[in-house]
């Protein structure tokens, strides 16, 4: 109790922090509280060193500045993911699953259809080399289908507006042509 000394001596001389500092660290339980505004030196100066080692070893309450900082990083990511979304790098995960549900349908229905399809077209087939040939033909077929789906087309039958906004008007780039097509119908004549 000897070493009373003013608590704005202690701070101007001791501890870099203003008085009022001094006194919201002493609410807080940090550093002893002041009694008619004079502190024990020695007992502030060791407390206060103590609760900037607590803060330097990241165990101290958070500063306004280190919560500017964590502010400043999550509005970072959500810019982040907000600029994927619109590369169309990101999806949400409902779409996603969407598209991909209608996937494994076209998958399931070529695969339901297989032996429907093939068996009036082997029945005729005399050799088994030829009816393996088909068969193989016909499975290359669905597997080539199944490794590269027109994921926007499907998007587009699973009602997904926005894949259907990422490929502009739902055609494919390979695929635009055969789409336009005419379907039935007399074949035009030759022209002259």
Known sequence: MANMVKVQDVCHAF???TPRRYRQLAEEGHVPKPEKGQVDLLPALRDYIAYQH???LGS??????D??????KIQADRKEIELLRTKGE????QEAMAVWSAVIITMKTRLLGFSRKMAPVVYGCAKETEIQELLQREIDEICNEL?????QDLALRTGDA??????GDGSSPGKGKADRKRVGGSKPGPQS
Request: aromatic share 0%; proline share 9%.
């Open 15 to 17: 501890i870099p922090i």
């Open 54 to 56: 607590q803060r330097l």
């Open 60 to 65: 101290g309450s958070l500063s306004l500045t």
């Open 67 to 72: 919560e500017r900082t964590r502010l400043t």
């Open 90 to 93: 990101l999806l949400p995960v």
């Open 147 to 151: 490794a590269e789906p027109d994921l």
């Open 162 to 167: 926005a894949a259907h906004r990422q490929g």
